[in-house]
């Protein structure tokens, strides 16, 4: 049996904690409605606050592991990255500009056949 690509909260604490976050979250937005008379920066820091514990709470637990763990992988895997050169970059622009110039008068073409294929030849319409 092939493995599973899924990854799955499965102990207790982890649980509780992603359920931290997500309360912790959308406490900040709630006290930002309710905070409605106050000044706008303390609504702000209401919301900051919140959304900071919220993402404190998921980086401690596992899946927050391994989220990080992740993000460093894919800036260490794009900084192995080799990138075209400006005259490289430019070259392929101009090949994708010069394609789809091309399609579209390909497309253009077909159109205006089939309408009038459909129109003057079958249905006999005239504009």
Known sequence: ?????????SSGKDKALLALSVVFAIGGAVAYQVLSSQDFFIRLAVVVLGV???????????????????????VNESKRVVWPTRKEGTQ???????????????LLIVDKTIE???????LGWTR
Not at 116 to 122: I, N, Q, S
């Open 116 to 122: 009038w294929v459909f129109y003057d030849l079958l």
């Open 1 to 9: 049996m092939a493995q599973s690509d899924i990854q799955t909260v």
């Open 52 to 74: 900071a514990l919220a993402l404190g709470a998921f980086l401690v637990s596992a899946a927050g592991k391994r989220f990080v763990a992740f993000a460093k992988d894919s």
């Open 92 to 106: 392929m622009t101009a090949v994708v500009f010069g394609f789809v110039v091309v399609m579209a008068i390909y």
